[in-house]
């Protein structure tokens, strides 16, 4: 270990097994990455291959002085370091680090959270989650009481541009454990392009790991003679000015017309809809999961329980513009809540 006088480089290691999806998880993992680098720490992240230019393109964040190291789950030890941070896929490792701190993204149940094993390592672990409803399940599963630390939003990275006519969504092209309903959008905008003929829908994501190509294919072809523009795997860069020149963010997550959603299939929180509210477009996204915590109804955005309220609410800022002056001000005051400067100061308290 690198020694310089009486200071010695505390080391960090970093397990995440999702780095090919590129997905908030992964937004998460590399702004702790930053923020540990930053601060002085030597990094190791376990990954066969550097990735960090696809993080920069993808996030914004620059972690290019961590160190990528391909070992396999079964021989990595711990004991080196005084920091283990595990994205956890609902298991618990065996730990050897001087501090481990499991995060959590989605809301786990019925994982055996409960056995002896898990009981037994989660006693001297720390837990953190990316919402007040992650942390309801994780609790419960658990027994623990997690620390809820909300996914970075560097806001001050989205400005409010030329504002255009445009409804944007910005989410991942599948349906694999969330419920994205890109569908439930262009039937959505299919109704009211009647009444807002001037308007565009923008659907904006990834289409890596976790994501179908006959389910983009269907979508292109369900917006076939609309003004629907679908944008693949766009870059950080590229999401700023989407943000920056809409009116409007649209999301149907976890919108379901027959059943309850599971907890796994809504928005656990929701890093673009903060992202599109600090560049001052107004959201309209679904009464669900973690939608809840970052939208205050009525004063900086709105929650909807079905596609007509949907609806309903799109027109009513398309037509008035003093209610989407003062909404997408109010938004841009909201996401502030959700700076990656929180982000950092909560990390910081924890290590």
């Known amino acids: 270990m690198p020694a310089f006088g009486n200071f010695r480089m505390k080391k960090a290691c970093i397990f995440n097994p999702y780095w090919d999806s590129l997905g908030g998880g992964e937004r998460y993992t590399a702004a702790f990455v930053k923020f540990l680098l930053d601060q002085g720490w030597q990094v190791d992240i376990f990954w066969p291959g550097d990735i960090s230019p696809q993080i920069l393109d993808r996030f914004g964040l620059d972690i290019s002085r961590a160190k990528f190291i391909s070992h396999p789950y079964h021989s990595l030890s711990t004991t080196p370091y005084s920091l283990l941070f595990w994205l956890s896929d609902g298991s618990l490792p065996i ?5 481990t701190i499991i995060h959590l993204q989605f809301p786990f ?11 037994v390592k989660s006693r001297s672990y720390t837990f953190v989650v990316n919402s007040l409803f992650t942390k309801s399940a994780i609790d419960s599963e658990f027994s623990v009481d997690s620390h809820v630390v909300y996914p970075p939003i560097d806001t001050t990275q989205f400005t409010a541009g030329k504002k255009h006519n445009h409804i944007l969504y910005i989410g991942r092209f599948s349906q694999l454990t969330q419920l994205k309903n890109h569908s439930v959008l262009i039937d959505a905008f299919r109704n009211l392009h009647p009444h807002l003929p001037n308007w565009k829908l923008i659907l904006a994501g990834g289409t890596t790991v976790g994501s179908d190509p006959q389910y983009l294919s269907g979508l292109k072809t369900q917006a076939r003679g609309l003004p629907v523009d679908i944008v693949t795997d766009p870059s950080y860069s ?25 907890p796994l299939q809504t928005e656990h929180f929701g890093i673009t809809v903060v992202e599109a509210m600090a560049a001052g477009a107004v959201p309209v996204i679904t009464n669900l999961g973690g939608h809840r915590e970052i939208v205050v109804p009525g004063d900086s955005g709105f929650l909807w329980d079905n596609p007509s ?17 003062l909404l997408s001000q109010k938004a841009i005051d909201r996401s502030k809540i959700f700076d990656i400067q929180k982000f950092n100061q909560k990390l910081s308290k924890l290590i």
């Open 309 to 325: 309220e949907l609806q309903s609410f799109t027109v009513r800022l398309a037509s008035d513009p003093s209610l989407f002056n």
């Open 109 to 119: 149940q019925n994982i055996h959270g409960h056995s002896f094993a898990n009981f």
């Open 95 to 99: 730990s050897f680090a001087k501090k």
């Open 238 to 262: 590229k999401i700023r000015d989407l943000c920056s020149q809409a009116k409007i963010f649209w999301s149907a997550s976890g919108y379901s017309p027959t059943h309850s959603p599971t």
